[in-house]
């Protein structure tokens, strides 16, 4: 197996690429890191105008952050990042596996700013224009058309956090994305720490609502009643059900731990934290597609016992050296959401280009193109998060780090983690993304490719030569690499040596296969259990309807209702789409009844991808067209993903295959998983955000065994 | 980029507050004013603000491509008198690179739109002065390369924002025959 390493004529004609001019030097974020056991942070969304490269100034929400560890309550010294005039992700946060994670979450966006941003459970308006007999433009309506609330854009200044790629209880103060943090322009954090550390410091973490301090629950339902009444009304609801409320005004405290044991042995967890690169972003239903493009993400590394082999390998001590780690936080930047817009907007004619204004710009770390410079023969680890909105509509995927990124001429690539989980030693020394062995589930060239929410950990090692190399995605350079100064060979880990790759740990060995038995509700339906991805697909319409093509906006079928088991999130009413006993291990299909591509994302835990099965157009014996199937099942040890690309499918002509259907060939993807350590609810939905805000989600449930599934519709949490 | 028009009352009269954005950009209207209002028919209640609206004319009236810039005016449906203006002006925007000029000429526009004056960053390379091109012709305001002796190809950075904002950070390659 070869790991794709240049030609020497490519390195020759990569170095000669000319002198970047201009290009600013790349920078890691500014970073907030855990002491002694804790993540203690403040991270504030506010708004401002800040400079995007290549567009100018433009009125933004961002995050702004800082360590809380002693903090006093008064203005902090030093604020990540410094300047936020100046365009950049949020700041990143580094734990250790084991951490306790305690973050004053605050929204002090100004509302004023932003049109549509009020919560009145209601879809986002938005409206071209058109001259009258007068010559005086008039309004055309162009959004919300056929979306409906909550399964469309709306609420955009309102907030939270998600902890992409953690491991904990999805309720209460965790990886609780089914809360709305409303804005309250004039909360400061200072009004907020006293009470904040009464929480932080209470021996259990709160569960309930009633666990929280009197004085944070009182001022909450003072702020929240004085934004309207209709939203105590509505917490007042849940919390006599026994839920956690909906509505939460400026302030809200994250706290969870990160599992972690010394052994397994009197370990209390089934699975702990996997340490690698992880994220956080806001996740508001309605809004995530908005937010991201606003840049409100961060990279949320984790560190535990594989940080500890690779500072072991090269001889860093307690932390990677200063030219070693480098964090690279990819996004896309647009201040509107491309559906409020007539179609000849997109980009003003730029549409998908790297360099233009438009959708399709692509940032590493607020910056275009930035400058990274390496030594020659020197080793770097590339911490890679994919912050865009996944989108591949406009261009052919600006929300995509396409494979030949990973193919630079000169430069030797080991992957060594994906999605924050470390490589067994069997996939470090195939290297399954790498040599192509797994289909990105794409319209790309095969090899590595990064979606949306995807992460991906490589050691990059720089040519012996001296020179200037593009790194192109989607045709475009996203980043120079400047390979200067004094010869520094560093070596690679021996990818034929057990002994240069760490043993995968025993919360990560592979899933067994499930028994039968062990299903999802309905208990009498079909197994492995289905879930599809679709659009268009109520009753009155064939499942694999296409959209007209964007000619013109507002044709039939187009923007297409995005589905998730031919409904979109909570259509019909409150309902829990997956319910799991703890503990219950299973096999889904995923099967994409489209054909375009879709990134399946569930929180909480990880999951195992089993098989890939793409579609292919061929002929038969007789020459008729028809659709066979390419299969990928792994060589190796099933790859762990917290996000996998579903190929799309193809409306072809079909003869014998039982699990075809209306000449459709759906993309499918199987994988295993285990709902292990933390009951509650959660989601799962399209990674592609503005599906997911326009419909491609699931609320997901984990009961205890001797609940199930008695508590699997209790009780179910209206949050939208 | 969404551009936020105040509705405010000054001397007992309600302003519209003129505004100017780009072809890509759209608007919306944050009322100060005690009374809703409803420009160009769209509902905006005190202290609050309204739906985006994307300004360029789209349909019959206006076929596209509009030549830009142009002055808009809008009324409010719920106060006859009322009115407002929106300037549009096309995207600042670098050309597509590379770009080739032809002996003997020695000038080729590397950006187009966007509002002057600009505020131009020097090329660093010494064949290469970066101008506004001439004011004659608004409708393709932009930027343009001026080169002296140049090389066979020339590549720099072109930086430079414009009066409303916008800015353009690209590596601009010619090919010079």
Known sequence: MQVRTALPILVLYAASMHAQTGSPPFVNPGEIASHDGKLQAVIVVSDTDRVVPNVGKVHLRFFQGWDAKGWDGTQPAVKVPANPAAFSPGPTLRAKAGDKVEIMFLNTTDDANFPNTVAAGKCDQAFGTKKDANGNLVNVPIYPLADQYPNCFHASSTANLHFHGTHTTPDALGDNVLIEVMPVKDTTPQKWNAVFKKIFAMPTIPTKWQELPG??????ERLLKAKGQQYWDTNAKQIALGQFPQYIAGAFPNAFILPNCATQDGCQYKALQSPGTHWYHAHKHGSTALHSLNGLAGAFIIEGTYDDFLKTFYHFGATYGPDFEKVFVFQEINPEQNL????????????????????????VNGLVAPTLTMRPGAVQLWRIVNATPGSAFNGGGGGIISPSFFQTAGFTFEQTAKDGVQFSQKNFSDQPFISNQFPNGYNQPAGLMVAGGNRVDVLVKAPAAKGTYAFASQGATVLWVKVDGDPNDMPLPDRTKASDWPAIPWYLTNLQQPPTADRPLPLSGPYPHYVSFSWDAESNRAVAAAPAAPAGKGTA??????????????????????CMPLNGLQ???????????HSFHIHINPFQVVSVETPVQTTDAQGVPTVTYKTYTPAGDPIWQDVVSLPAGLAMPLTGSPTLTQGFAPGRVTIRHQFVDFTGTFVLHCHILGHEDRGMMQLVRIVPLDRFPTDCQAAIPHHH | MATRINIR?????VVFDPAEVTFSGVVFWFNADSEPHAPMGIDVQPNQTSSSVQPVPTGSAAPLPVPLPESFSYQCTLHAGESGTISIYNDFVPNLSPLAVTKPATTVQVATGGKPPYVIAPSGEPSVALVETPQSAIADAGINAVLTDPPATITFRLSATDALGGAVDSDVTINVS
Not at chain 1, 215 to 220: H, I, T, V
């Open chain 1, 587 to 597: 096999d889904w299909v995923l099967e994409n009844h489209t054909t375009v591509m």
């Open chain 1, 557 to 578: 079928g187009f923007p297409p209702k995005w589905t998730i088991d031919n409904r979109q999130f909570a259509e019909f009413g409150p309902l829990i789409d997956q």
């Open chain 1, 215 to 220: 004085e944070y629950r009182d001022e909450q």
């Open chain 1, 340 to 363: 409020h817009r007539n179609i000849i907007n997109f980009g003003a004619g730029k549409a998908g280009s790297a360099t233009g204004p438009g959708p399709g710009q692509v940032l």
């Open chain 2, 9 to 13: 009352r000054e001397g007992g009269a």
